[in-house]
């Protein structure tokens, strides 16, 4: 049996870190449901601006400039097209798991991060648009997205809270989740608005990979998630999670994100290997989700308890690593980057339609 279904038969779901036109007509993406157990898909703007820069949108792009389409409404109605037959190939699974698996992301515009009632406005546009169930919406979780994610979720969207780097910005991103459905509840309306949380996780160890001793080498993203999952374990287990459950909420699921090993040195798979969990989602790159298919080795279950994660923070901290101040750099420069990349993706889409017409 290979690694990537043994991974689902413990409970985790294996995500797609990407998407292209390319990978839907080439029947790629169908193929890593059927045969490497994969659930779902994520994307970002980073992801389509390779994908468009490639070539393969041209004709799309081309036909909707000549249709008076431009920047951001072009942008979303190509991502949209592809979310849409992503969306309808992973429909069998949303059925089956009613609706806990099976799903696809679109990011809303980072530009919109400090507009909390423009994100709502648009993460309800986008999602009616795409018409599909099984889509979420990425809203940052960051202090200004935090209040778009209570809004959206009490007006019935979906949400992927994206950005997310420790336990304290995961405990931020669910208590505004749970905040938005305790809403719903008091309203009367229906509080099963499925969401994820998702936790970036290579980019601490790339953060100190200069400044830590050999022996700490790649070893903080992984203490991280130990701590995340801690507290996500005690969140399901509180007493506020089982009342809300008891109303018919469905408890928001923790998503490793960013788990494409960036030390050459390193194992290839080693954010996968170390991050089995159920009740958790593990989003991947394609080149990654390929080696663990190949050579992969499903590590033990992570710890309810968080483990040695005290032990290893505390070494990291007496290796001069102010890992909370390191937490709130990474999302804000996080943060800096998707409005850099949303920057980048409208100016390719504004050449490309311009030569292209």
């Not at 991060?113 to 309800?124: F, G, L, N, P």
């Not at 336990?167 to 509080?191: H, K, S």
Request: charge should be negative.
């Amino acid at each position: 049996m290979k690694a990537t279904e043994i991974l689902h038969e413990r409970g985790q779901s294996l995500w797609l870190d990407n998407i292209t036109r390319a990978m839907l007509d080439s029947g790629t993406i169908q193929h890593y449901i059927d045969a490497y157990s994969v659930t779902g898909l994520t994307s970002n703007p980073s992801i389509f601006d390779k994908a468009i820069g490639s070539g393969g949108y041209d004709e799309s792009i081309a036909t909707k400039a000549r249709a008076g389409l431009s920047g951001e409404d072009l942008f979303f109605d190509l991502a949209i097209e592809d979310l849409r037959r992503a969306a309808d190939a992973f429909l069998g699974v949303h059925e089956r798991t009613d609706g806990v698996d099976g799903w696809v992301s679109l990011e809303v515009s980072p530009l919109l991060v400090h507009d909390t009632e423009r994100t709502v406005e648009v993460a309800k546009a986008l999602h009616a648009k795409a018409g599909r169930p099984n889509l979420f919406i990425k809203i940052p979780g960051t202090p200004e997205g935090l209040p778009a994610i209570t809004e959206s979720i009490f007006a019935g969207v979906p949400i992927n809270v994206t950005l997310l780097f420790s336990a304290d910005q995961y405990l931020a991103a669910a208590d505004a989740y749970l905040r938005g459905v305790e809403r719903r509840i008091a309203a009367g309306l229906d509080p099963a608005v499925p969401s994820v949380a998702s936790v970036f996780l290579s980019r601490w160890d790339v953060a100190v990979a200069k400044q830590v001793p050999a022996e700490l080498t790649d070893r903080l993203g992984l203490a991280i998630a130990q701590a995340t999952y801690r507290a996500y374990r005690q969140l399901l287990n509180s007493d506020r999670a089982l009342r809300l459950e008891n109303e018919g909420v469905r408890m928001q699921r923790l998503l490793w994100a960013s788990t494409g090993t960036k030390n050459p040195d390193a194992l290839d798979t080693l954010y996968v290997h170390g991050l089995t969990a159920p009740f958790t989602i593990n989003t991947i790159p394609d080149k990654t989700l390929e080696a663990f298919y190949d050579h992969g080795e499903v590590g033990e279950a992570m710890p309810a308890d968080g483990g040695d994660c005290d032990e290893v923070l505390a070494k990291f901290e007496a290796a001069g690593v102010d890992v909370a101040a390191l937490a709130t750099k990474l999302q804000a420069d996080g943060a800096t980057a998707f409005v850099d990349s949303w920057h980048e993706l409208l100016e390719r889409i504004s050449e490309q339609s311009s030569s292209l017409t």
